[in-house]
């Protein structure tokens, strides 16, 4: 069997919520409290283990790409939405049946200065990005591999 090739994605969050630096600190997390069919379903079927993430900070100033990101673990039931005391919880959510899924990642590098949603628009391969598009609020979105090299370019960080 053809070993499969990696898939690119940006992940938002708001810094205040969890950051690159948690991230950091923390090593590894689970992407959890995504309430978004059309992400939803990213994380179940499509985002595997491997695959590269760049990490967002969105509803901050300035929006960024912050830094990068491995998955390491396959989309699974998110848990939180079982959690009465989270404020992930869905009352329609069934273990049995799980609605909301999850995967989790591993930092792989943050950039030592945040790659601007102005930077990405002056750039001739990035200005295309989903994340620029107007009204683009998906938390979870496709990445090309040439706008992954791109943004590391921007970077001036090693591809990771």
């Known amino acids: ?35 978004n069919y059309q992400a939803r379903n990213m ?9 590269k993430v760049l990490f967002y900070h969105s509803n901050a100033d300035p929006m960024a790409i912050v830094g990068t990101a491995t998955v390491v673990q396959n989309g699974y ?11 992930h919880y869905d009352e329609k959510s069934d273990p049995d049946n799980p609605r909301w899924f999850m995967v ?16 990405l628009r002056e750039n001739e391969i990035t200005a295309g990005m989903m994340v620029l598009a107007k009204g683009s609020r998906l ?3 496709p990445v090309t591999e040439d706008e992954w090299k791109a943004v590391h370019k921007l970077a ?3 591809l990771k």
């Open 77 to 87: 039931p998110d848990h939180t939405a079982f959690d009465k005391t989270d404020k």
């Open 139 to 141: 938390s979870v979105q």
């Open 104 to 119: 989790d990642i591993e930092i792989a590098q943050k950039f030592a200065e945040p790659i601007t949603r102005d930077m």
């Open 156 to 158: 001036k960080a090693k």
């Open 43 to 51: 994380l179940r079927d499509e985002i595997l283990v491997g695959d």
């Open 1 to 35: 069997m053809a070993k499969r090739k990696t898939h690119y994605w940006l992940l938002k969050s708001e810094p205040n919520a969890y950051s690159i630096d948690d991230l950091v600190k923390d090593r590894t997390t689970h992407w959890d409290g995504v309430r």
